[in-house]
């Protein structure tokens, strides 16, 4: 069961009203809430800078008339099988093609996958969004 604890913090009048700004464009209920977001995405990229265990997607979209693409593409996600939970693709058009790849495991490995599917010629996005498994 979580214990919620209060403190204070001490901020200018011109950054808190930025933050106040933020807070309502972003819908936070409070600052709380935002402030324990901007804490979470703090503690993410630390435990991503130091090979934690994550989870997350990478979203990329590519050509699938592209020769031989989709082959290199199974062929890097079968060399990371241990990092992909599931997969899913959909047709955008007659061309293009979007794929979700759901991963679990180290930040570093997490990346290096990104980055071979992102080196494939005919991928034309690829997004890596990362999150704190604990």
Known sequence: ??????????LEKKMIDAFDRHIH?????????AIRDLIRESLTRKKIAGDGI????????YDHHKRDLVNKLLDVQHDFQKLIISTQHVHMDHVHCLEIIAVH????????????????????QVDLSLIMTK
Do not use: P, W
Not at 1 to 10: A, D, I, P, T, W
Not at 54 to 61: D, E, R, S, W
Not at 110 to 120: G, N, T
């Open 1 to 10: 069961m979580s214990r919620l604890c209060r403190f204070g913090v001490s």
């Open 25 to 33: 464009n972003s819908a936070y209920q409070n600052r709380s809430e």
């Open 54 to 61: 994550v989870a997350g997607a990478i979203v990329m979209t």
């Open 105 to 124: 495991g180290r930040a570093r490995e997490i990346e290096k996958l990104a980055d071979a599917i992102r080196a494939q010629v005919g991928v034309l």
